[in-house]
């Protein structure tokens, strides 16, 4: 999690996390609609702790976060982007309660991969996630079209060459003794990496589900398309190992 920045413009918090424009919220204000600390608020330029202050609009309270991390069962179909002209993103999915401004997801999945995202407007929590000198680990499920054998375990062990990339070693286990299902757990995050690595052994890869960030499994009570709050103890988890 981002560490403490202190007090932030009032008005710049509440418009982030309510429907109102910074406009709408001068009307407040002007008003003696906007209380913090059980005082209201005079001057347009007012300034306030999300961590520390207690803030009240139109007499209703206000839970005022500095940032938000969302946990996301993303379904099939939909794109991990901000926006898209063509295809629903996975901003789409969040419902108006928790829209912040600034959400963006940490780390794409495919169109066709379901799974665990996460979104947050929390850019340096992001980074250390993504980063790859931090190099979280992510789980996946792989459902495959032809069996996987222990070359193929070997292979993703010692680190794979696909195309001009080097992969970093990653764990491949056979979860299935088909060796049509295997979890794949990897510390990066290139371009289709896995349906690359197990298609250079002629295998195709019909589905692909992200189960784990780091140290944090989706949760299995959130239905495919909804999303929920994290809390500190799971933020944590994800930067476990």
Do not use: W
Request: proline share 7%.
């Amino acid at each position: 999690m981002a560490e403490r920045k202190g007090p932030e413009r009032l008005d710049k918090l509440i418009a982030a996390q309510t429907s109102l424009s910074r406009r709408e919220v001068h009307q407040l204000i002007s008003r003696g609609q906007v209380v913090v600390n059980g005082q209201a608020v005079r001057g347009f330029d007012a300034k306030a702790d999300p961590d520390l202050d207690q803030v009240t609009v139109s007499g209703r309270p206000l839970a005022l976060k500095r940032y938000s991390y969302l946990m996301l069962h993303k379904p099939r179909g939909v794109v991990c982007a901000t926006q898209d002209r063509a295809l629903p993103t996975v901003l789409d999915l969040v419902p108006p309660p928790l829209r912040r401004s600034g959400l963006f997801p940490a780390g794409r999945l495919d169109k066709d991969t379901t799974g665990f995202v996460l979104l947050t407007n929390d850019g340096a929590f992001a980074h250390r996630i993504l980063s790859p000198k931090s190099h979280v680990p992510k789980v996946y499920t792989a459902r495959l079209d032809s069996p996987a054998g222990p070359e193929v375990c070997q292979a993703f062990a010692q680190g794979m060459r696909i195309g001009s990339d080097q992969c970093l070693p990653a764990l491949l286990e056979l979860v299935d003794p088909s060796g049509l299902v295997a979890r794949v757990t990897l510390r990066e995050g290139m371009y289709h990496q896995i349906k690359r690595m197990f298609g250079a052994f002629g295998i195709g890869v019909e589905e692909l589900h992200r189960d784990r960030i780091g140290g944090l499994d989706l949760d299995p009570a959130l239905p495919v398309g909804n999303c929920r709050e994290l809390n500190r103890e799971e933020l944590e988890k994800i930067l476990q190992e």
